[in-house]
């Protein structure tokens, strides 16, 4: 049974940090590119960091880059993505998704909250 389970949201005043992690199960977790999407209430989930499988390229939203590092620890079947000085408008569910190689199946997990509010 596959399974992504986010954690690690909350409430958070701006300028502050949260570190979200993915824990992943139920497929070959190395195989698999990583990525964050967030959804703002009223919006479209859009991307905002990806990573491949032996982590050594990311991607990132403009809006994020130099903010939100994303890595991974394929011993632990985990993907994090350390939010640092976080604006109001990253208030959103964040969540994340794996993606097999050359087109195969899609994964996503159910989200996490992110609340940036003073």
């Not at 596959?2 to 958070?12: D, F, K, N, R």
């Not at 590119?33 to 990573?51: F, H």
């Amino acid at each position: 049974q596959v399974q992504l389970v986010e954690s690690g949201g909350g409430l958070v005043q701006p300028g502050g940090s949260l570190r979200l992690s993915c824990a992943a199960s139920g497929f070959t977790f190395s195989i698999y590119a990583m990525s964050w999407y967030r959804q703002a209430p009223g919006k479209e989930r859009e991307l905002v960091a990806a990573i491949i499988s032996g982590g050594g390229r990311t991607n990132y939203a403009d809006s994020v880059k130099g903010r939100f590092p994303i890595s991974r620890d394929n011993a632990k079947n985990t993907v994090y993505l350390e939010m640092n000085s976080l604006k109001p408008k990253g208030t959103a569910v964040y969540y994340c998704k794996a993606a097999a190689p050359f087109g195969g199946r899609r994964y996503w997990g159910r989200g996490t909250q992110v609340t940036v509010s003073s």
